[in-house]
């Protein structure tokens, strides 16, 4: 079998779950208990507290775990829009992930104000948006550092700089970005960042919120003073320290995964652009996070190439609103400009330092195999059923 | 979300069946859109005088289980007449396949819709029917709505007794629909809209199509505020 989904999770790295199998048998206990086993595992969660931080740049009491990025935007965007009650506008961007979007909604039926930055047509939010949207009345803005699906990275260090200019606070969802590309929060100057577990080879259920102490969301749940009383609940001790482990090999293999990757994608861009009539989505490769390829195979659709794929061994992820549980297109996607019909017919490769060369030459054979037998029974004919004609190169004009 | 087909809609799948089109067909035609990522094309040839469908085939922009209820549709018409054909459910190809998830029971409807229309076209062409006067009314508006299922239930707007008013200005071709909507059925929203004002906007005459929701806290079991049969 074949993986090529690793922007959805990523498999288990050996080490850490080595690292983890102790904390799930004998060193049990509850790190608030005061018995020697208790504070064995309080010590595992500072170890593994300390290292992410120092990852990220920040101090380990900077820094709470929660059950995963989702859990943490939640906390980012709820928690500080209940910090700063005085201010009731917010601005996030149209590539944010659903758990960006939703929570916004959720303040919008509120009574607060929201604004949803554009992009352009390779996904990038435009500062000058930023600059004219922000008023002494935003009390955050939340932007994703890297995308999910079309891998575009954004500048999170000049954006948060505009925010600070009214005083708001920043805030960067980087679930996908944490090990993949250099990621530092004092560099950046962000206020507040959410983090994953399960996207860099560390498990799944655990994740982290970044805040500082001018930044301190408010809680969200009620119950014992975990988390610096934060975040309450009993530590899920074997997943914190898998998840530092994670992050520690990640950070310390960075460069020699990230050459890796870029090796690896290159040539399935190459590959993949040689299919006729197949269309890039988002920037190109050198811009993009590391492992992240999304095309547009036109006049087919997603899911019947995602089966068909799947079929042969090959795990990949599609855009397609037949492949989505609300039927809807991504909305990524038609933010940067795509059609609904070719919305309809993106794949997502997302690689991982376990991928190698020869997959990839095997994902481009069975990919050009896949379009072949689904164009020869298609009913799209482009000349009667599109309205967008004329040459389609594969890389877009930004 | 996994979208979990049965062992039948694999196969048909993997291996549809009667893919193509008749160079010479006696009927033809298309239903569905690039933009709904779902279209279908029928050819078929047809006995004039036994009004049998001697030979049928498709072609398909869409899913697994678009290509799938084609294929199964294309099995099923071979050898029926054309009234037989007139007289299938989406139902009965659903059946065929051991089910759909409800998320993918609007494919055997397009299915159906497609293989219906090929067959009225014929039946005109060939004077065994002819094209009635549609006009925009309240029970072309129920019928178009007939067609549109909810995404979660897999049952027509209709069936699950969702239509609570149809509002109609035929001089401006304005159509006014408000649907009952649960909880449950937010998350479809958009696309239940967008099957409405596609279905509606087919019929002649429908210009201006307005979808409203009123809220409720129930599973979609009210009844319409007026009947329409």
């Known amino acids: 079998m074949i993986y090529f989904d690793n922007n959805d999770t990523t498999p288990l790295h050996p080490d850490v779950l080595e690292a983890m199998l102790p904390y ?26 300390s290292r992410i931080a120092e990852a990220i740049g920040c101090k380990p009491k900077e820094l709470i775990f929660t059950s995963g990025a989702t859990e943490s935007n939640n906390f980012a965007i709820l928690g500080s829009a209940r910090a700063r009650p005085s201010r009731k506008h917010l601005i996030i961007s149209v590539v944010e992930h659903a758990s960006v979007l939703n929570v916004a909604k959720r303040l919008e039926d509120e009574g607060y104000r929201v604004t949803k930055l554009l992009v352009d047509n390779q996904g990038y939010v435009s500062s000058d948006a930023l600059r004219k949207a922000l008023d002494e009345d935003t009390f955050l803005v939340s932007i994703v ?13 000049s954006l948060a700089e505009i925010a600070h200019e009214k005083d708001a606070w920043f805030h960067t969802d980087a ?192 990919t050009g195999e896949v379009v072949e037998l689904l164009r020869a029974m298609t009913a799209f004919v482009p000349e009667k059923h599109s309205e967008r004609q004329g040459g389609k190169s594969f890389y877009r004009q930004r | 979300m996994a979208i979990k087909y049965s ?127 549609i006009k925009l009314d309240k029970k072309e508006v129920w019928k178009a709505l007939a067609d549109v299922l909810n995404p979660r239930t897999g049952l027509s707007l209709i069936e699950a007794k969702l239509v609570n008013k149809i509002e109609i200005e035929q001089d401006e071709g304005r159509v006014f629909v408000e649907l009952l909507l649960c909880d449950m059925d937010e998350l479809y929203a958009e696309a239940i809209e967008e099957e409405m004002q596609e279905h509606i906007h087919a019929i002649p005459g429908a210009r201006k199509v307005l979808v409203q929701f009123k809220r409720c806290h129930h599973s979609g079991m009210h009844g319409p505020e007026e009947h329409l049969v």
Not at chain 1, 146 to 157: L, M, S, T
Not at chain 1, 196 to 215: C, D, E, Q, V, W
Not at chain 1, 248 to 260: F, G, P, R, W
């Open chain 1, 24 to 49: 799930l048998k004998d060193k049990f206990a509850n790190p608030s208990s005061l018995h020697n086993l208790g504070l064995e595992a309080e010590s595992a969660v500072d170890e593994a507290r």
């Open chain 1, 145 to 157: 550092h890297a995308n999910h699906e079309i891998g575009v990275i954004q500048d999170v260090k």
């Open chain 1, 175 to 366: 679930a996908q970005a944490l090990g993949k590309i250099p990621f530092n929060v004092e560099d950046f100057g962000v206020d507040l960042a959410s983090f994953n577990g399960h996207k860099l080879h560390g498990p799944k259920g655990i994740g982290a919120l970044y805040f500082n102490r001018k930044t301190r969301p408010k809680r969200l749940m009620e119950g014992a003073p975990q988390e610096f009383d934060l975040r309450p609940g009993t530590e899920n001790v074997p997943a914190i320290v898998g998840f530092g482990r994670a992050v520690e090999i990640a950070v310390q293999d960075l460069n020699e995964v990230t050459t890796h990757l870029k090796l690896l994608v290159n040539r399935l861009t190459e590959g993949l652009s040689e299919i006729p009539d197949t269309l890039l989505n988002g920037p190109p490769p050198d811009e993009r996070m590391p492992g992240n390829l999304n095309v547009t195979l036109l006049y087919i659709e997603g899911e019947a190439i995602l089966m068909h794929l799947s079929n042969r061994g090959i795990c990949v992820s599609s855009g397609s609103a037949c492949s989505s549980k609300s039927l809807t297109p991504s909305t990524v996607l038609t933010s940067i400009g795509l059609l609904h019909e070719e919305a309809h017919g993106a794949i997502r490769y997302s690689l991982s330092r376990f991928n190698t060369a020869e997959e990839v030459e095997e994902v481009i054979e069975k």
């Open chain 2, 7 to 133: 062992e039948k809609v694999i196969e048909h799948f993997i291996k549809p069946q009667n893919v193509g089109e008749i160079p010479d067909a006696d009927a033809i035609a298309t239903e569905g859109s690039p933009a709904c990522g779902d279209m279908i094309t029928y050819t078929l040839k047809i006995d004039p005088d036994t009004r049998v469908v001697e030979d049928i085939k498709f072609r398909s922009f869409g899913c697994a289980s678009n290509i799938a209820t084609a294929s199964m549709a294309t099995l099923i018409a071979k050898g029926k007449t054309t009234d037989e054909i007139k007289a299938m459910k989406h139902r009965d190809l659903t059946k065929s396949l051991d089910g759909l998830p409800a998320v993918k029971m609007h494919c055997s409807v397009l299915a159906i819709e497609a293989l219906k229309s090929a067959i009225h076209k014929w039946e005109v062409d060939h004077g065994y029917a002819v094209d009635e006067i």
